[in-house]
């Protein structure tokens, strides 16, 4: 009975507790990024056995850089997805967030830290706009944003000018996506991440009971501490292998610097959604918007906010992009938001609003990286490889329609 009671009331007794009601919640169909976790070890397997670079460390670190840009681009996507919304002008902005830091620098002698500022401050403004326009006006976020993923193409030709191409010669810029970081910032990297996680559990912990809340089962905790510290120890040992092709001229060993990067972007963004009121309004408008109404939450104020955090992320995506390429073209951007709302989707948000979490689009970044880079490797053609991206987000899209259903059934 007392089992029973711990399912019912989303409180684990002990650790056996825990694991049947997780069993329950995904019977009532909250499977979250379950799934894409799944087919992620799966993925991996089968092109590790078709071809062995696959697990190499150049090809994991490859891996790394080629899937931070989708995945910030997607954990802004995911506030917006949470609502219900949709934001098609995400790369766009990015692009364009891009030529900003490009032109200013370039064209306009600006130092790279205020090129930054310029270029995320850009699409956080883009994002200020849609808001008002969706929040306030009452036009459906599909038709705004594609009106502005139209127009900024042309803005973008605009900025980048008749050469169609922006050099990019900062090397802290440069650094992000093609340096890797010394061999002990690694290490420290993982110190900070573990002990970060340790701690604010703890402290979760210690209100919890104050308020005469019950906790979970401290085996989780120990469980998921030490998977974080084991798992991310290997990362690191592996990153500090050395990849480079001809060491004794250009040796190429450590954790890129985009990783900390997007840890960071992941922390902040799980924070604001977890253990701030505005993330539980953000949580309950997408549940119910009329109800979050009536219960005197300002649902414009959190659109607008919403559609400002994902293009503030788009602008830090659009840096990573330039970084990558060592420039900026008249066409950046174009075709990634595609690719970051399938990874929003397979990782587990949910396109109906209200459930979802910043870890399953990195999650399903991975999933759209590991396809991509994998198929690339066993020499598939790429058209091939836009087929199965499409049927795998088809399938994350009709198990969220699924349980969806359930959920509301149940």
């Given amino acids: 009975m007392s089992n029973q009671n711990a399912i019912q009331t989303g409180?684990?007794?002990?650790?056996?507790?825990?694991g049947r009601n997780?069993?329950?919640?995904?019977?009532?169909?909250?499977?979250?990024?379950?799934?894409?976790?799944?087919?992620?070890?799966?993925?991996?397997?089968?092109?590790?056995?078709?071809n062995p670079i696959f697990l190499k460390p150049i090809n994991f670190a490859n891996l790394l850089t080629q899937t931070a840009t989708v995945t910030t681009l997607a954990m802004g996507l995911t506030f917006v997805l949470l609502l219900g919304e949709i934001d098609l002008s995400a790369g766009v902005t990015a692009g364009l967030s891009a030529a900003f830091l490009a032109i200013t620098m370039s064209e306009y002698g600006v130092a790279w830290p205020i090129a930054a500022v310029i270029a995320i401050s850009m699409g956080m403004l883009i994002g200020f706009l849609i808001g008002l326009l969706v929040a306030k006006v009452g036009i459906p976020s599909f038709v705004v944003t594609l009106a502005a993923f139209l127009a900024f193409q042309g803005l973008q030709l605009v900025v980048v000018g008749k050469g169609g191409l922006i050099g990019i010669d900062a090397p802290p810029i440069l650094a992000i996506m093609n340096t890797p970081m010394p061999l002990a910032f690694g290490w420290i990297l993982l110190a900070i991440v573990?002990?970060?996680?340790?701690?604010?559990?703890?402290?979760?912990?210690?209100?919890?009971?104050?308020?005469?809340?019950?906790?979970?089962?401290?085996?989780?905790?120990?469980?998921?501490?030490?998977?974080?510290?084991?798992?991310?120890?290997?990362?690191?040992?592996?990153?500090?292998?050395?990849?480079?092709?001809?060491?004794?001229?250009?040796?190429?060993?450590?954790?890129?610097?985009?990783?900390?990067?997007?840890?960071?972007?992941l922390a902040v963004g799980t924070f604001v959604l977890n253990r701030t009121k505005f993330g539980r309004h953000v949580y309950a408008v997408g549940g119910n918007a009329e109800a979050a109404r009536r219960a005197g939450i300002q649902v414009s104020r959190v659109r607008i906010t919403v559609f400002m955090i994902s293009s503030t992320f788009a602008g830090i995506a659009g840096i990573l992009m330039a970084s990558r390429q060592?420039?900026?073209?008249?066409?950046?951007?174009?075709s990634i938001v595609l690719n970051a709302i399938a990874a929003a989707v397979v990782g587990g948000v949910s396109l109906f609003g209200g459930r979802g979490r910043l870890s399953d689009a990195v999650i399903g970044g991975f999933v759209i990286a590991v396809?991509?880079?994998?198929?690339?490797l066993i020499g598939l053609a790429s058209g091939l490889n836009l087929a199965i991206t499409g049927g795998v987000l088809l399938l994350a899209a009709t198990a969220d329609a699924i349980t969806s259903r359930k959920s509301r059934t149940s």
Avoid: C, W
Avoid at 11 to 18: K, P
Avoid at 28 to 40: D, F, H, I, N, V
Avoid at 371 to 376: F, R, S, T
């Fill in 22 to 50: 997780y069993i329950a919640r995904v019977k009532g169909g909250e499977t979250g990024s379950l799934p894409a976790l799944l087919g992620l070890v799966i993925l991996a397997t089968i092109f590790a056995v078709a």
């Fill in 11 to 18: 409180n684990e007794g002990s650790f056996l507790d825990a």
């Fill in 371 to 376: 396809i991509d880079n994998g198929l690339g």
């Fill in 194 to 265: 573990f002990l970060s996680y340790l701690g604010t559990s703890i402290y979760s912990r210690r209100q919890r009971t104050s308020s005469g809340q019950q906790n979970k089962p401290l085996g989780i905790l120990i469980f998921r501490s030490a998977t974080i510290l084991v798992v991310g120890a290997g990362f690191v040992s592996f990153l500090n292998v050395e990849r480079g092709a001809n060491p004794a001229v250009t040796s190429l060993k450590g954790v890129p610097y985009v990783v900390p990067i997007v840890l960071i972007l």
């Fill in 326 to 334: 060592a420039s900026v073209d008249a066409a950046a951007g174009r």
